[in-house]
């Protein structure tokens, strides 16, 4: 094989050759490079598919430049050279691409396809970055990957006729959709970080066309410290065997749980609890069957999850279930569904939970003291990163003795939804309602109602204002006695006031009497006094309390004073636990080791 030497570094170590001869066989097996027609993610498919079945794990957790290199061909590499992001421009242009002063690695394909550094930089809060420049023909302008190593702050562009009396036109290729705005002071360049804004812009390049991005796409060519492993692989077992709703919670259950690919359907089994050993008495419902892919995850790439629809169930009814192949019941998982014939129930929830071992510990400390507990919700960030299913896997095990007898209902937070990539896994991880509002992604925002009680699952990463409708519908829909909203920012906090929420949600909050606001974020514990109108209620002026709260050891440093603060409280993980009886809700918060942090109580 002959690799061009603007993109070959040589192969200096064994694993480097043993890469280049990987890559050289993948080509002469398939008769021939198809690179061309490919796209970068096929590209790094078929690489890391290939590194996968002759590297060990410690040589996949040890690539570095040479050897991420080494895994392609020259037509591969050419294609990680061009594909990455792609527009057409109807007229000669000159192409500027801004990359951090603090990526240690310039893009391989930068400098050999004739971008050159200029002396121009321009910052934001965060980073400064360096000004490359190129001049391309009318055409595709066709740009590469950020790199190998998924560096966070992904380089963005800004485009310029070269004739200043002409009109630029720019057509997205790739991505699709492409977002373009104006290159000055104040612009923001990351769309999952809008309030992250460039200074300085050198004056000459001032008015031209910005291309933003988002920080996330540097996953797209992760080799460098990409892969992992899970300590909880699939197997042929069925196992995070989790309940949710997605419909009636008095007359529907949604089973889900994982196996490994091998296991290609599933099935549960159900029936009313302690019923005759009658096989009459068993119904069984098909699950649909999902497969997930981590591509970077050493030990688990590949999984299957499963969903199994129980519907037309009886309200107040305890039912037990096997998952197939298990059929003895003395092994069976039992939940219960809601009864309509009183308004008396109970739910716990919890602020951000990521992953971490002391979460379990907590939910497991609040199902011990309310083992009556209906439901329990997570407020957002119940990972560190979204994307990542060996996270998702230490989750699910933290609390997999609950979460297969209690419905698990959520919110996705901004780990959740990672770096302007989506939330994916989370969509796949739960079977949620699919009555959100158009524009947003599914089940990211839902509704649910649970028996004199208005539950608003709302997605506060996305953008909010496709949801004020929605949520106006809601309320002026919902003939429930108590109306709660959970969503992961939290509007009034002493960090950093979410302004637009505050301007956009809650005078819907106030008008339709919404009584608890329940959200995360900022890793400390919070509840307001009522509020209404943006001013602490006063007399019998009935407002909305907003609660803020963390579910593993969260922040010590001193926050700033917040007037509307009734009780704040730091550095320890709490659950909040709520009764309510008709009319009368019980709040309460406690920490791990059950002692009461908080109290409230409200009626009506």
């Not at 078929?46 to 290199?69: G, W």
């Not at 990526?103 to 391989?108: D, R, V």
């Not at 509007?491 to 608890?516: C, H, R, S, T």
């Not at 969260?554 to 009764?579: D, F, K, M």
């Amino acid at each position: 094989m002959n690799n061009k030497k603007i993109y070959f570094l040589g192969a200096a170590s064994l694993f480097v050759l043993l890469c280049t001869a990987i890559a050289c066989t993948s080509t002469e097996q398939r008769g021939g490079s198809t690179a061309g027609k490919m796209s970068v993610k096929e590209v790094m498919d078929n690489a890391i598919t290939r590194l996968y079945e002759s590297a060990s794990e410690e040589q996949l957790q040890s690539i570095d430049l040479e050897q991420a290199m080494a895994l392609f061909v020259e037509e591969e590499l050419e294609v990680l050279a061009s594909r990455h992001w792609v527009f057409e421009v109807n007229e000669p242009v000159v192409v500027s691409l801004m990359r951090s002063s603090r990526q240690e690695n310039t893009p391989f394909w930068l400098e050999p396809t004739g971008f050159k550094k200029t002396g121009w930089e321009m910052r934001n809060t965060q980073h400064t970055y360096e000004v490359w420049q190129k001049e391309f023909d009318k055409g595709a302008v066709e740009l590469g990957i950020n790199g190998f190593e998924n560096f966070t702050y992904h380089y963005f562009v800004s485009v310029a006729p070269l004739d200043p009396n002409h009109t630029l036109e720019i057509t997205p290729i790739h991505p699709e959709q492409q977002h373009v705005s104006r290159l000055e002071d104040g612009a923001f360049t990351y769309h999952d970080w809008t309030e992250l804004v460039l200074q300085d812009v050198p004056e000459a390049m001032k008015g031209q066309q910005l291309l933003t991005t988002i920080r996330g796409r540097g996953k797209e060519s992760h080799v460098i410290g990409a892969f992992r492993k899970t300590p909880h692989p699939s197997s042929t077992t069925p196992d995070q065997v989790l309940l949710t709703w997605s419909a009636d919670p008095s007359t529907s259950m949604d089973i889900q749980w994982r196996t490994n690919p091998s296991i290609e359907t599933g099935k549960v089994i159900y029936r009313v609890a302690n019923s005759t050993a009658n096989p009459a008495d068993e119904k069984s419902v098909e699950a649909e069957k999902l497969l997930m892919e981590d591509r970077e995850l050493m030990n688990d790439r590949f999984c299957h999850r499963f969903t199994a629809k129980l519907r037309d169930l009886e309200p107040g009814t305890d039912y037990e279930y096997l998952i197939e192949p298990e059929t003895d019941w003395s092994k069976a998982n039992r939940f219960i569904t809601a009864n309509e014939a009183n308004n008396s129930f109970s739910f716990i929830w919890f602020g951000d939970v990521h992953q971490k071992p002391e979460f379990g510990e907590l939910h497991r400390q609040a199902e011990r003291a309310h083992p009556e507990t209906a439901f329990y919700i997570i407020a957002g960030d119940l990972v560190d990163d979204g994307l990542y299913r060996n996270q998702w896997d230490q989750l699910f095990e933290h609390s997999s003795d609950i979460i297969r007898q209690k419905p698990l209902m959520n919110v996705p937070g901004n780990h959740d939804n990672r770096m302007g990539l989506g939330a994916k896994m989370y969509r796949d991880m739960f079977s949620y309602p699919l009555n959100g509002p158009e524009g947003v992604p599914p089940k990211q925002t839902y509704s649910f109602t649970y028996k004199n009680s208005l539950f608003l699952m709302l997605d506060a990463t996305t953008d909010i204002y496709r949801q004020t409708d929605w949520i106006e519908q809601q309320l002026a829909n919902s003939t429930a006695t108590w109306k709660f909203a959970v969503f992961h920012f939290p509007p009034y906090n002493g960090k950093a006031p979410y302004e637009n929420i505050q301007q956009e949600w809650l005078p819907l909050f106030d008008e339709f009497q919404v009584d608890m606001v329940f959200s995360g974020h900022m890793h400390y514990y919070m509840r307001s006094k009522p509020i209404k109108g943006d001013k602490i209620a006063e007399g019998d002026e009935r407002g909305t309390v907003y609660v803020i709260s963390i579910g593993i050891p969260g922040r010590t440093e001193e926050i700033p004073e917040e007037p509307y603060a009734a009780v704040r409280n730091q550095g320890q993980g709490l659950y909040q636990h709520l009764r309510i009886d008709g009319n009368r809700l019980a709040y309460r918060s406690f920490n791990k080791e059950g002692d009461t942090v908080d109290t409230l109580e409200i009626r009506k």
